[in-house]
């Protein structure tokens, strides 16, 4: 059992948790509001989720996680993360299993670089990462992660990456396709169930050019789920979308945060959807700075958030 960390108060009685969402958020002053006193740990190993959410197993661990580009051509450095610890030794602890979290903070803070790291699309300079209880380091052979990531992990990336000669149908079958459990009547079968789940029962048949962003993101979405991953990574999947598309997708994806458990990893520059997450992580400068917990993932209501927003517009 994972020890508690070591200055921790370890009272969930004395963790200040905040509603998250709308009415809360504006802009700067969602990183004062959020500054969370404390620790979520409930002094045995599980972490205190959104609601009466538990959480009791760790799905990601960070140690001294650094990551330093070389520029190419030229005798430079760039360091997109100087120290990230994401762990039980941590204040910020473990991405646990079942657990959605966001990840918010100014551009070029190393989100993404982050996110790339947590799905092994990027090694890291040094530090540990560990997947499920495996190990990974910089010297963990490519082999090893292309498998990991096909079997294990989903990606929806913010402009979607569909193949675009291939209909939304045969994208989302493709991964099944490569990983090479189902055969051809099941993974057709799972197909048409993703599909329907992100309302798209109608579309199949569409290559992405003759979909919408919000229709094209949630094929994103239905591919990204076709093996059933225990983690799903999404970096600003909502970025590009309106204000009904964004609902839409984010109402998905807490249905199968909910639902089927499956760890969510999402990076946004909306705070107005934090509300849909257990907790909230800002990165600045290639560093987490504060964390912040919801009381409670609750969807945004269509009306009451347009009102929301046109009262914000009239008043700024
Ligand atoms: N391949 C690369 N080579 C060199 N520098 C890079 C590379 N990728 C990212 N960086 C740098 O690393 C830092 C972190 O970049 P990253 O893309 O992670 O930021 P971000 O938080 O996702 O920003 P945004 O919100 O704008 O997407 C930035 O300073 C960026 O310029
Ligand atoms: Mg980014």
Redesign the pocket.
């Known amino acids: 059992m994972p020890s508690e960390p070591a200055n921790s108060n370890g009272v969930k009685d004395e963790i200040e948790l905040v509603g998250l969402g709308p009415e809360n958020s504006n802009g700067s002053a969602m990183l004062e509001r959020a500054d969370v006193e404390g620790y979520a740990c409930n002094g045995d190993g599980t972490y205190l989720g959104a609601g009466e959410k538990v959480l009791d197993e760790c799905a990601v661990e960070l140690e001294h996680i650094r990551?330093t580009?070389?520029?190419e051509g030229r005798d430079e450095q760039?360091?997109?993360?100087k120290e990230i610890n994401i762990c039980h030794e941590s204040e910020i602890y473990p991405i646990m299993k079942g657990e959605f979290l966001i990840l918010r903070?100014?551009?070029?803070?190393?989100?993404?670089?982050?996110?790339?790291m947590i799905g092994c699309i990027d090694n890291p300079t040094s530090g540990v990462l560990r997947l499920f209880g495996d190990k990974i380091t910089a010297e963990t052979s490519d082999s090893y992660l292309a498998k990991l990531r096909l079997a294990k992990i989903g990606f929806v990336f913010q402009t979607f990456n569909l193949l675009a000669t291939m209909s939304a149908f045969e994208n989302v079958e493709l991964p099944m396709t490569l990983l090479g459990v189902l055969n051809k009547k099941q993974r057709q079968k799972r197909a048409v169930e993703l599909l329907t789940t992100v309302g798209l029962w109608d579309r199949m048949d569409h290559l992405p050019s003759e979909l919408s962003g919000g229709e094209q993101q949630r094929v994103a979405i239905a591919r990204a789920l076709a093996n059933k991953p225990e983690l799903l990574l999404l970096?600003?999947p909502t970025g590009d979308l309106d204000t009904r598309n964004t609902i839409d997708v984010m109402d998905i994806l807490l249905d199968i945060n909910l639902k089927q458990r499956t760890t969510l990893v999402m990076?946004t520059?909306n705070p107005d959807i934090e509300c849909y997450a257990d907790r909230v992580l800002y990165?600045q400068d290639?560093q987490c700075v504060k964390q912040a917990l919801n009381e409670s993932q609750c969807r945004l209501e269509f009306t009451k958030y347009m009102d929301f927003l046109n009262s914000k517009q009239a008043d700024p």
């Open positions: 990551k580009y070389n520029l760039v360091v997109a993360l903070g100014p551009s070029g803070g190393g989100k993404t670089t982050l996110l790339n970096d600003e990076v520059h990165l290639g």
